[in-house]
C-alpha cells in the first residue's frame, strides 16, 4: 500500500469544504489543495491562467477540465503530496475530472471521499453571510468575523465578500453543482469509498464526525 492520506472533500457551496479541509490536513498533517484558492491567487497575481479564470469564475462559471487537472497534477507532483497524500478541495467537479484525478493518483488511490450533506436553505444563508481572507483563503462568517475590523486572524490580510458570491453566480454554481459534481456522488458510491456526513451544526462538531468516520474506515482498510 502506497503511504499516506488521500482525500476529497465534497458538497455544494458553502457546505464548508473548505473549513473542513484545512482542519483535516492539520490533523492528517497532509498539503490541502484547493482549486479555488490556487484560481484566486492566480487571479490576484493576473497571471495568464488568473486572467483567462476571473471572467468565468465571476459568473460561477466552470473552467475546462483540462485547464484545472493540469493545475492540480503540477501541485500534485510535488514532494510533499507524493510522500504524504493530500486533502483535495473543490476538485474533482466532474466525473471526467474524477477519471483524471485517478490517473494522476496512481499507483496510489484515494482512500476516502467525503461528501458534506447541508440543506438548500442553509447554504443560502451561510453564503450570503461568507467572508473571506484575500491573501491566504481562510473563510469567517459575519456571525465568526475574525477578532480585529476584518483583518485575518491567521496571516493579517484584508477579509471581504468573494467577487462570486452575488446572487447570480451562487445560482449558477448551485445549478452546475447539481448538474455536474452530484453525478460524481455515484460514481464514489459505486466505487465503495463516498462517505455522507452530516454537515449541519458548528465547524467544531463537523470535523470531529469526519474524523471519526476517516480513522474507522481506515482501519478496516488496514485490517483487510
Ligand atoms: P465554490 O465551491 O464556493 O463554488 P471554489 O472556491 O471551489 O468555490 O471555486 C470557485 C470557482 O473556481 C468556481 O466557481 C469555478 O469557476 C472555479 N473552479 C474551482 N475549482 C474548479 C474545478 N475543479 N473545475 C472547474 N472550475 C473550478
Redesign the pocket.
Known amino acids: 500500500m502506497v503511504p499516506g492520506v488521500r482525500l476529497v472533500v465534497l458538497g ?3 457546505a464548508g ?2 473549513t473542513q479541509a484545512v482542519r483535516l490536513s492539520h490533523h492528517y498533517v497532509v498539503p490541502h489543495v ?4 490556487m ?2 491567487a492566480a487571479v490576484k497575481a493576473q497571471t495568464p491562467l488568473g486572467r483567462r ?1 476571473k471572467a ?2 465571476d459568473r ?6 483540462e485547464l ?1 487537472m493540469e493545475m ?1 497534477g503540477e501541485r500534485m507532483a510535488e514532494r510533499d503530496v507524493q510522500t504524504r497524500g493530500l486533502v483535495l ?6 466525473v471526467n ?1 474524477a477519471k483524471m484525478l485517478d490517473e494522476l493518483l496512481s499507483p496510489a488511490r484515494l482512500d476516502l471521499v467525503i461528501d458534506l450533506e447541508v440543506p438548500t436553505s442553509q447554504v443560502l444563508r451561510r ?1 450570503a453571510a461568507r467572508r473571506v481572507c484575500v491573501d491566504c483563503g481562510t473563510n469567517y462568517s459575519v456571525f465568526a468575523p475574525p477578532l480585529v475590523n476584518w483583518t485575518c486572524d491567521i496571516c493579517g490580510g484584508e477579509v471581504v465578500q ?1 467577487e ?1 458570491d452575488t446572487e447570480a ?1 451562487i445560482s449558477r ?1 448551485l445549478e ?2 447539481e448538474r455536474q459534481t452530484a453525478p460524481l456522488l455515484d460514481w464514489y458510491r459505486e466505487a465503495g469509498i463516498l462517505v455522507p456526513i452530516n454537515g449541519t451544526g458548528s465547524p467544531d462538531v463537523v470535523t470531529q464526525r469526519i474524523i471519526r468516520a476517516v480513522d474507522h474506515r481506515k482501519r478496516r482498510q488496514e485490517g483487510s
Do not use: F, H
Open positions: 455544494k457551496q458553502g469544504k473548505g484547493s482549486t479555488g484558492d484560481l484566486r479564470a468565468l469564475m460561477g462559471e466552470l473552467l475546462p477540465d484545472i492540480v478541495d473543490g476538485v474533482p467537479r466532474t475530472q453564503l468573494r462570486d453566480a454554481r452546475l453543482y
